[in-house]
């Protein structure tokens, strides 16, 4: 379908079953809710009967969690020496808290050991002090920041320095003085919330071990913190304690586990009043070096050495990032040239899936303050589009090229803060500049290509949070615009792309019940021929011959698409359970700034589970889920239909099991033959059993296997596990192998055009068997000298094969049927430059064709070093060195005594792969922290 110059994709009769779908569930989910009141944060729900009743019954809980306890914080002039022995008298001006309740495992009772916490501050700075007394060892262990120590006791407390009741500062400390700290939201999706460790403020924590506990000391600046203008501050806060060797949780504000928890749920904290806004700007700048010792190597169809690169190759780097507190609830954060040689490499993937694989996003100045650009049900922003690799490509025919591994960030700023109306505002903008790669031709002559155009990305988000209601709603903007000014990449890239998102949150029922929803319309531009190339995509595939709710047009200039979902969550209660459903018509495209792999999709999913925490005489706690879910596309087509069940205990010695069984029920599959005709999806099964033993001893042990059969003569056999020691109290080692043996009944390889394959719509669409076995191995080490001195090794071996069976073409559309070739009168013989040559009818009149061999092995290596030293506070000084070796063998082309590929041999495998010649890069980065 087309409208006007330019020319618009979008399918209006497509949208129509989305839109009705839509409309049914929120009628539905309207009158469901409809009477239930809405109850201001401040006053909570009366706990579920059945957790409190025996405690209530001798006075253990009472109001104390109908109402919001409060802790006063005392102003001081005296100077605190931040040593960790709360020896200064003016500790004791401040009134103590200490009704601690467990939460875990005697829900609801008395911390178990007595604690005591008191709050100071001053202009400048807010005091934490605590006391935490144990008759018992205290477990003590260094880790570097903000990882996770299962075998430490830990001292928390949160700031909800808004007051907004969603989100807050987490700091946390060990016996040893480790650091985490973090971001905490309830806004960000379910119950669950969110939580960003990305974010590392500049504070002081100390702490001493006595004969009597453990004690900590912490110094918080206000300029780290964001707040309201107000003269008289009201805060949120929240105080925990973790004692490990018992399993035993306990926190001041105490919520029962049946309840939905969170930062509303918090206490308050007064006394606060008459803080400056501190120095607002925070300077960063770094200076870096890298040395690159690759493997060149002569080209094997030029006689000369590659002119770029010598093989030691060495660089420079300088660039600043910046923070300005335009007010104390209102931060512009920016970069300039931004370096992230520190960040852990990807892992390696065997990807056969015409889908691209999603990374997860490790870079700080992205990863800080996502959680207000995240949108129900889909990924509108999607930052490691910023500063990609190139998407262009150098001549085919040429000796040598020097194309960037990646875009490089001129700048990118951020702006981000909260209203004293209540409206988070955040607004992100990058500029990435153009690069160009250089080759060299046979005969040695020079030249140049734009392979990544000068590329601007922006995203805006508002988000308004009812501090009285709990419910918020929000916009978001994202926008893409290329400068094409080169004609290849004009043909290749689309010129601009945009996407609105309109999401809103409500609670009710005293946040026992979320209702959420969602829509987001997207539109790009481009040239006729990037416009084919995005219908033809794998996530639509508007070329399919027997979709007649598309339409390809050759001729199109632009394409709109819209997003929608709707969900229900039960959030308290031993009962919980979820609700969503999702429509993305078959236009929606988000991918030059966001993440997507499918469109034309009508998903539904659902989970009702139900936990039970409490304590029996053999458990300490149980659970179970059941989780249907599937999907239609907008033709109405079933295109998955699933079934799961859940089951998980723990045991009084902490040794967890968990089982998960599921049922796949045959359906269509519209992106089997990647463009083609629907096929039949056969129906399977799958079983998966996981093990954790007691993460509070010296070593842990994580076995997890799964098995999956078909009935299209597929199966999957799994088995990972992961064993943790620590040890001398700084160190951590981590060995996890996996091996997988997989059978594909039917694997996708080509395609052929064929006007005589008129069962199958013009089109021989080929397969053939995949039988593909992948052992991995992934080992960390880290060591944690001092809190701000630590060593992190990663390292990740996989050798993976694929041996491709006989092929065969897919017999006729909505079936599972094929045709071998080799049989019923087709041939198949393998030609000298290893491809098949393939006569589909024998003496008939269809043609011969030529199939690649797919088979394939791979051999990968992966590894990092880091050396992270924070030599002053903010300061930081890195030391890295990454490895990597890598090849990929196809067909049996070759050596025919060298052993042939496909086959899995470890031995033969792991030999191939430590022959290989590694590339090394070292590199080191220093920062300084200015705050003038």
Known sequence: MTSGNPRNLMSHKALRPAVAAFWALFTLLISATTGVAQVGEEEFSDPDPAVVAPLRATGAISEHMRVAPVAHAVRISE????????????????????????????????????????????????????????????????????????????????????????????????????????????????SGGFGDTSWNPIWDVKTSITSEGWFVEMRIPFSQLRYSDEEVQHWGVQVERKLRRIGEDASWAFTPRSERGGVARYGHLEGIEGIAQGKRLELLPYVGGRAEFTNVGRSANADFDNPFRSGKDYFGNAGVDLKYRLTPNMTIDATVNPDFGQVELDPAVINLSAFETRYDEKRPFFVEGAEIFDFAGTTLLYS????????????????????????????????????????????????????????????????HVEVEPFTNYFAGRGRYDSSETGSSYGIIVTAMNRNLSDEALRDRL?????????????????????????????????????????????????????????????????????????????????????????????????????????????????????????????????????????????????????????????????????????????????????????ALSPASNTATVTMNTNSRR???????????????????????????????????????????????????????????????????????????????????????????????????????????????????????????????????????DGRYLIDPDGAGPAEAFRVRDADFNVHSLLGNAVLRWEWRAGSTLFLVWQQSRSDRLTGNIGDPGRYPVGSFD?????????????????????SYWLNP
């Open 79 to 190: 100077t605190i020496d931040v040593d960790g022995h709360l020896d200064e008298a003016v500790w004791m001006t401040a009134p103590p808290i200490s009704d601690f309740r467990q939460t875990v495992p005697n829900e609801g009772a008395p911390v178990s050991q007595k604690t005591e916490v008191r709050f100071l501050y001053d202009d400048d700075n807010i005091y934490v002090g605590a006391w935490l007394w144990d008759t018992g060892p205290v477990l003590s262990r260094l880790a570097r920041r903000d990882v996770g120590v299962p075998d430490a006791d830990f001292f928390v407390v949160y700031f909800d320095s808004y007051h907004d009741h969603g989100t807050a500062y987490r700091f946390a400390t060990s016996p040893a003085a480790m650091k985490r700290d973090e971001i905490t939201s309830d806004r960000a999706g379910g």
């Open 384 to 447: 490691r589009r910023i500063g990609r690799a190139p998407q262009g490509s150098v001549p085919g025919s040429v000796a040598y090229s020097d194309v960037p591994l990646t875009s490089t960030i001129l700048g990118a700023g951020k702006l981000s803060g909260k209203t004293p109306g209540g409206w988070s505002i955040a607004l992100l903008d990058a500029v990435t500049q153009t690069a160009d790669a250089t080759y060299a031709n046979l005969d040695q002559s020079l030249g």
């Open 494 to 678: 689309r010129s601009s792309a945009y996407s609105l998102g309109v999401d809103n949150r409500w609670e009710l029922a005293n946040r026992r019940w979320t209702l959420r929803s969602s829509i987001a319309p997207s539109y790009i531009t481009g040239g006729t021929s990037v416009l084919r190339t995005t219908q033809r995509s794998s996530a639509r595939y508007f070329q399919r011959p027997d979709a007649t709710h598309l339409s390809y047009d050759p001729d199109a200039t632009s394409m709109a698409g819209l997003f929608g979902r709707v969900s229900l969550n039960k959030n308290a209660g031993d009962l919980r359970g979820n609700a969503n459903i999702t429509a993305i018509s078959p236009g929606f495209e988000i991918n030059d700034l966001g993440f997507q792999s499918s469109a034309d999709r009508i998903n539904f999913s659902s989970s009702f589970s139900y936990d039970q925490p409490r304590r029996t005489a053999h458990l300490r706690s149980w659970g179970a889920s059941l989780s249907p879910s599937g999907s239609w596309n907008f033709a109405g087509e079933k295109q998955s239909l699933q079934l799961s069940a859940n089951g998980d205990i723990e045991l009084p010695s902490f040794h967890t099991l968990a089982v998960r069984l599921s049922r796949s029920f045959e359906s269509w599959d519209d992106r089997f033959t990647r463009g083609g005709p629907n």
């Open 698 to 832: 010296m070593f842990s042990l994580r076995v997890q296997g799964s098995m999956t059969n078909d009935e299209g003569d597929g199966r999957t056999r799994s088995t990972s596990a992961t064993l943790t020691g620590r040890f001398k109290g700084i160190y951590e080692l981590q060995i996890g192998p996996e091996f997988r043996r997989q059978r594909t009944g039917a694997q996708y390889v080509s395609t052929v055009v064929d006007a005589l394959a008129t069962q199958t719509f013009g089109s021989r669409y080929i397969f053939a068997d995949l039988n593909q076995t992948t052992a991995s191995l992934t080992m960390r080490f880290n060591a944690t000298f001092t809190p701000d001195l630590s060593l992190e090794l990663y390292a990740q071996p996989l050798i993976s094969n694929g041996d491709y069976g006989v092929l065969k073409e897919l017999a006729a559309p909505r079936t599972y049927d094929f045709n071998r070739y080799g049989e019923n009168g087709s041939s198949i013989s393998k030609e000298d």
């Open 906 to 926: 470890f031995t033969h495998d792991t030999g191939e792969l430590f022959s290989l010649r590694p590339d090394n890069i070292f590199q080191v980065k220093l």
